[in-house]
């Protein structure tokens, strides 16, 4: 696809935004569509201040160009000589799918069609099309500008020859792009969980506070939020409500349990930064917490969080769900982790990482703490995965 390609956006907020935005500097011209007027004059107002902006600040010489780019409609019948459609509306699969059959029946029959979903299965999106083969997944992570992850996912229906299109495109706008399969929370939104899970749970137990494992996990372990303090930042809305939907779209599994702790904020209004409450109070004058610097302490927690993600990546890797690169990629590039979760399993050794876990699962007798047995294997074969 080249740059002559007219690229449609079917949603205005967060997401769609900055979506249109990569679009419209990567040389395409875009078309923006929100079935919300006033949602959509907020995101013309915001996309022509942040171009500004960028022109400003010398880092861009062809700001009019740009914004020439960019057509704002209220129809969708304005996407008729798209090239590329991509949704980035509600997380809702009945809305998305009544969108996408919408959508159809205005495009041309070579028009492809992708959806920005977090964590609805592409497969059933692509079900409410008469041509599911052009339907595909394309999960850009906030804010799209700046995030270079791109999960490309297609569905059970997709031509495969698409996958292929999607990733020159993508690398042409600038993007890293990985292929994933269909499944609950594609690479990134599944191999993280333990981020916040697992330390949820010691903080549960009373093993440390929260600001001693934030402070375990940044300054022992590397990572540039802790996550208390990360999930405060994504707002309990959003995160519990993905790791809902990732322990029900997986039966259930216990690995992906969420907690009560965070549950009970979300009841309480409490969703971090932007009320002014989450784990951390965050009013004017609040002292915030010191952690315990306790290095032994701060040894367990980070050691037990990172078996626990290491663990999510071999599986993933075991069950086919992408690649050891695209796994790597995928977590330095869209969650900003210090290293890639098989090379860091390389450099404990994965004998370690089994000993870890193989002593939480004998301790706690619960499922949640089975290694995959592709970590078994390596273990036993003394291999390394990079
Ligand atoms: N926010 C994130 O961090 C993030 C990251 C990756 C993917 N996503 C996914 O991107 C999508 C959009 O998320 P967001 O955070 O931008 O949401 P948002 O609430 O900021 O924006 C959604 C927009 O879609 C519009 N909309 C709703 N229904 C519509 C319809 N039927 N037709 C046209 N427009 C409609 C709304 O008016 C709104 O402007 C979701 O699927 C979400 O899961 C979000």
Known sequence: MNKEAIIGVIGAGAMGSGIAQVVAMAGHTVVVFDANA?????????????????????????????????????????????????????????????????????????????????????????????????????????????????????????????????????????????????????????????????????????????????????????????????????????????TETVFQSFFYDPRYKPSFSQKRLLEAGWLGRKTGRGFYNYADGITQPEPTKDVALGNKIAERIIAMLINEAVEALHLNIASAQDLELAMTKGVNYPKGLLQWCDEWGAAKCLSILDGLYNNYHEDRYRASILLRKMAAANKQFI
Request: aromatic share 8%; glycine share 4%.
């Open 38 to 242: 006033a949602a959509l004059d907020k995101a013309k107002a915001s996309l022509t201040a942040t171009i500004n902006k960028l022109a400003e600040k010398g880092k861009i010489t062809n700001a009019d160009e740009v914004l020439s780019r960019f057509t704002y409609a209220a129809d969708m019948a304005a996407f008729a000589d798209c090239g590329l459609i991509i949704e980035a509306i509600i997380e809702n699969l009945d809305i998305k799918k009544k969108v996408f059959a919408d959508v159809e029946a205005v495009v041309s029959a070579s028009c492809i069609l992708a959806t920005n979903t977090s964590s609805l299965s592409v497969t059933s999106i692509a079900a409410a099309c008469k041509k599911a083969d052009r339907v595909i997944g394309l999960h850009f992570f906030n804010p799209a500008p700046l995030m270079a992850l791109v999960e490309i996912i297609p569905a059970v229906q997709t031509d495969a020859a698409l996958v292929d299109t999607c990733k020159v495109l993508m690398t042409a706008w600038g993007k890293a792009p990985v292929i994933t399969k269909d499944t609950p929370g594609f690479i990134v939104n599944r191999v993280a969980r333990p981020f916040y899970g697992e330390a949820i749970r010691i903080y549960e137990e009373g093993i440390a506070d929260i600001p001693t494992i934030d402070w375990a996990m940044t300054e022992i372990a590397g990572f540039r939020m802790g996550p208390f303090t990360l999930t405060d930042y994504i707002g309990h809305d959003v995160n519990y409500i993905v």
